[in-house]
């Protein structure tokens, strides 16, 4: 069974960080491209940062560039988003799945919101 643990979200003022973190299991994670997805309020869901299975290439949304860095951990199976200078736009439902691939099954997500 595919699962998906994400934490470390909550609230912060504009230019504050946060780092999240996403335990997955039920598949052979080190196999994978990784991803970190947001939903803002209102919003469809977009890929905001992937990572290679090596951890060699890494991909990050335009507007995150600068700001966000993604990393992982095939050890422990574990996944990251390390978030700073964060504006009132990046306030979503962060979660955390594979790229490229699709198990049909998506982790509960944890709340980030960037507010004075």
């Known amino acids: 069974q595919v699962e998906f643990v994400e934490s470390g979200g909550g609230l912060v003022q504009p230019g504050g960080s946060l780092r999240l973190s996403c335990a997955a299991s039920g598949f052979t994670f080190r196999d994978y491209v990784m991803g970190w997805y947001r939903q803002p309020p209102g919003k469809e869901r977009e890929l905001v940062a992937s990572i290679s299975r090596t951890s060699a290439i890494t991909y990050l949304k335009a507007s995150t560039k600068g700001r966000f860095l993604i990393s992982r951990d095939n050890a422990r199976n574990t996944v990251y988003l390390q978030m700073d200078g964060l504006k009132p736009e990046d306030t979503a439902v962060y979660f955390c799945?594979?790229?490229?691939?699709?198990?049909?099954?998506w982790g509960q997500g944890t709340q980030v919101t960037v507010s004075s």
């Open positions: 799945n594979v790229v490229y691939s699709d198990f049909g099954s």
